[in-house]
């Protein structure tokens, strides 16, 4: 006999602030109304997802000084979005990204705790912690972080809000009537934490949470960040689509982790994917090929480049050539809002050339050609192929699918791929779990005693 | 129904406003923190056509007001987030107010304004917020960025009775007045109609109808817009809960609404004539301030009384209880006469504290509901419409930075 196959972990991600959702389609719905949250939840249910995922904004992006005005720019706020899902849901882990450099480790440790309880063991954090002193400008404490200090904030954060979901044992709470006793000990909550960001101290008011500890999520790319994921997160974001490179971030990880005195299996990689589906493989590229075309206009194409290229390049043809001039790091940002740092500008730039070269692309074509990673394209059954390879062959343990078409993408996935994913016994047709850490297969941590054993 | 309806909400806390509460044979004390308790309790209040249900919460552990130790383990010492709380009851209660406590001293203007807009979203038009101010050294300790004084209880009660409080009281409450004038404009910082979605220029937004806030304040500036659009009611409804002159005016520089505590002895005319005149000092136009009175609640069941079950539980706590605000024990059509003779002397609606809440809840929708109906002063059934509409609240707010 062999072994179980690998079960394919999913996530559900409804696109936010980006040129990626079609919202100008004529069945595109509303990104804010709670219907197309409530709608994207419930059918990433009905095909056994694992959770159900939200990016955050904490400013309007600007272009050059003014509101941007092309893409989607509002949104609702997470822990509020994920409070009322936990409603019309019952099995759906409800991941959020909330900023560790804006809000403190009390009230996040708070909110988790509580978003935890509300839904019966089913959140997820994924954590970021920010430096930038435009998103600064909407809190009062201001917010500036030197960008040396990310990790340490971050690392301190981590640390602090565990230190307050580890204040409260498991069986602190006792609600005993008959002996009139509510606490089994009268510090429950008790708590102090100091390090270099927070010196903190008091009493926790949230008792022990149905996963004890919510799942952490993480993004990592560079050593230090690898390290960090490695070591504190539940899953970590894969930026890599395609293997072998997904295949060599995937081992990197997981021998960081052991590093790090943790199972391999503990900590699941998941890239984030769009997916196009077709009667034919023909028909799903010419409308993935349709999609892109109308989601990267000219004026969207410039305004790409120009968060490369931190310059005003709106006097250029986007059906022309890629820009001759250098990039301008040094200047101001000419694009404010985004979470989208390139390392080395002159490297991309000196890319996106050598693509535009050798394809014989104009500017906007080699933005449409180099701007998305690892689509999932084509009939269901390639796709579910393309999904269960890629996990069999440990390029992940699963992805986070996103649709261009805001609510209602998703369920075009859940009819037709899902049940190929289940029929090569890749994904469960039923839930076993209780918590989101059952269904991911995380190690219990309900008490502290249990998860330091 | 009545051309002056009475106004009726439930303040929730816990297992209800006595500290004996959780131990009732009723009471679920294991399930406080799970969304079973809490969706039992407001779809009950929602079965009882009330207008609202607020939710108390705290950054720090439940105490009584004058706790006998801070090391006791017979009392509810514990709590979750009262907003969180609200949002997952949203989406299964279609008519009822939901008016979370969210504590402004130590959190973001910004997030409190995004996270009650969006619980405008989810409950479809039915948010509210009631601000708190946290004074205490041990609630800034679990933030660690601020060191506030304790005031003793000696302090507080001489500050209550002359109305003059420490100046860095005053400084709490700018702050926090500043803090519900942040949200307010980021609430107005969408125009109606900003997300205008033109295929045609690829304009998801009019940028001309968003609006920085700009504020600039003593404590702190925010810039905004907002990154969720203006909410249904345009402005949620804002609350709070104040106990003498100088917190009446904070209430009356930004509040719709004032939950207050008259005594029974004195009725609520006193306290009715210090709210306006606060409102006057602080020179409050438009929307007058709408005046509700707390009384916590005991009432008689079909096993026992109102004062049985008060003396029941005071045997429990093993203390007579203690209230800032007026007690009512007794059956509900004594209330229920009680509440329409203090309607008529100033106060707009009331909001019931129940002692215990799994039972005085079900009481006042089984049994104080029908009495007032029998009075002809109270709804027969839910009107469409938002929280405002229910308060009797315009619902058309105009928007501070509208230009057309």
Do not use: C
Not at chain 1, 316 to 327: C, F, R
């Amino acid at each position: 006999m062999s072994t179980p196959r690998k079960q394919v972990i999913l996530g559900a991600y409804l696109g936010g602030v980006n040129h990626h959702t079609a919202w100008w389609h004529p069945a595109a719905g509303s990104q804010i109304d709670f219907s197309s949250f409530e709608h994207t939840a419930r059918t990433a249910e009905r095909g056994k997802f694992d959770f159900f995922f939200l990016a955050e904004g904490l400013i309007l992006r600007e272009r050059a000084g003014q509101i941007f005005d092309q893409d989607i720019i509002g949104r609702p706020d997470t822990f509020t979005v994920l409070a009322s899902i936990a409603a019309v849901t019952e099995h759906l882990g409800l991941a959020g990204t909330i900023n560790a450099t804006f809000n403190e480790p009390y009230e996040l440790a708070r909110q988790l705790a509580s978003l935890d309880h509300l839904s019966d063991g089913r959140a997820a954090w994924n954590v970021v912690t920010s430096f930038d002193a435009f998103t600064g400008q909407n809190f009062r404490r201001g917010g500036f972080l030197d960008p040396a200090d990310r990790y340490v904030r971050a690392e301190e954060t981590l640390n602090a809000v565990r230190a307050l979901w580890d204040s409260w044992e498991a069986e602190d709470l006792v609600a005993d009537k008959d002996s009139g006793r509510f606490l089994a000990r009268p510090d429950a909550g008790a708590f102090a934490f100091h390090g270099s960001q927070f010196d903190i101290s008091g009493r926790f008011t949230v008792p022990r949470s149905p996963q004890g500890r919510p799942v952490i999520l993480q993004a990592g790319v560079s050593p230090q960040g690898r390290d960090f994921a490695a070591a504190n997160a539940d899953a970590i974001f894969s930026p890599f689509g395609k293997l072998p490179e997904a295949a060599d971030f995937y081992r990197d990880i997981k021998a960081r982790a052991v590093a790090a005195g943790r199972a391999a299996e503990d900590i699941k990689i998941l890239p984030s994917a769009s997916f196009v589906l077709g009667d034919t493989e023909a028909e799903a590229i010419e409308k993935f090929h349709a999609i892109r075309n109308e989601q990267v206009t000219g004026q969207t194409a410039l305004i790409l480049l120009e968060q490369i290229w931190n310059r005003d390049l709106s006097g250029y043809d986007p059906e022309g050539p890629v820009p001759d001039i250098d990039p301008d790091p040094a200047a101001p940002p000419i694009i404010q809002g985004r979470a989208f740092v390139h390392q080395d500008r002159f490297a991309t730039v000196e890319r996106l050339r050598q693509v535009a070269e050798a394809k014989q692309l104009t500017l906007r074509e080699v933005v449409i050609d180099q701007f998305e990673r690892g689509p999932l394209v084509g009939t269901p059954t390639q796709v579910a192929e393309q999904i269960d390879s890629f996990v069999q062959n440990n390029g992940s343990d699963g992805f986070i699918l996103g649709s261009h078409l805001v609510p209602w993408g998703i369920d075009e996935f859940v009819d037709k791929v899902v049940p190929l994913l289940q029929d090569r016994g890749a994904l469960r047709t039923e839930y076993t779990g209780t918590t989101l850490r059952d269904n991911l297969g995380l190690p219990n941590v309900r008490s502290t005693v249990a998860a330091d054993a | 129904m009545a051309p002056n309806p009475l106004h009726l909400g439930v303040a929730l806390d816990g297992a209800g406003w006595h500290p004996a509460a959780w131990r009732e044979p009723n009471s679920r004390p294991a399930d406080l923190f799970s969304a079973g308790y809490w969706t039992d309790l407001v779809t009950t209040a929602q079965r009882g056509l009330l207008d609202f249900v607020s939710i108390e919460d705290s950054l720090a552990i439940p105490e009584e007001r004058h706790a006998r130790t801070d090391d006791a383990v017979d009392r509810v010492r514990a709590r979750i987030d009262a907003n969180l709380i609200a949002a997952r009851i949203a989406p299964v209660t279609r008519h009822i107010g939901l008016i979370p406590t969210v504590t402004t001293t130590h959190t973001e203007p910004f997030h409190i304004s995004k996270s009650i807009a969006t619980l405008d979203y989810t409950s479809r038009g039915r948010a509210g917020w009631q601000v708190r101010v946290s004074g205490t050294p041990g609630e800034a300790a679990h933030f660690g960025r601020r060191e506030l004084r304790a005031i003793t209880a000696t302090e507080l009660a001489e500050a209550v009775a002359s109305g003059t409080f420490p100046g860095e009281v005053h400084d709490l409450f700018d702050e926090a007045a500043d803090a519900v004038e942040v949200v307010r404009r980021l609430w107005d910082s969408w125009e109606d109609g900003a997300e205008i979605h033109d295929v045609a220029t690829r304009r998801f937004i009019d940028r001309d109808k968003l609006h920085y806030i700009d504020f600039e304040g003593r404590f702190f500036s925010v810039r905004g817009p907002s990154i969720t659009p203006r909410p249904p009611q345009g402005q949620p409804v804002v609350a709070a809960l104040a106990h003498g002159p100088l917190i009446y005016e904070f209430a009356a520089r930004g509040a719709d609404l004032v939950f207050v505590t008259p005594t029974r002895e004195a009725g609520p005319g006193p306290i009715v004539e210090q709210v306006t005149a606060a409102a006057a000092r602080v020179d409050r136009t438009g929307e007058p301030l709408r005046i509700y009175a707390d009384i916590v609640v005991f009432l008689d069941t079909d096993e026992t009384t109102g004062p049985q079950r008060l003396a029941r539980l005071n045997e429990h706590a093993g203390d007579e209880f203690a209230s800032d605000a007026g007690i009512f024990a007794g059956s509900a059509d004594e209330l229920a006469e009680l509440l329409i003779e203090w309607s008529g002397r100033g106060v707009d609606g009331f909001r019931l504290r129940p002692g215990v809440a799994v039972d005085d809840l079900a009481a006042i929708t089984d049994r104080l509901v029908p009495a007032l109906q029998r009075h002809g002063v109270f709804r027969t059934s839910y009107p469409d419409g938002s929280l405002r509409a229910l308060l009797g609240l315009p619902t058309t707010v105009p928007n501070r930075y509208a230009t057309a």
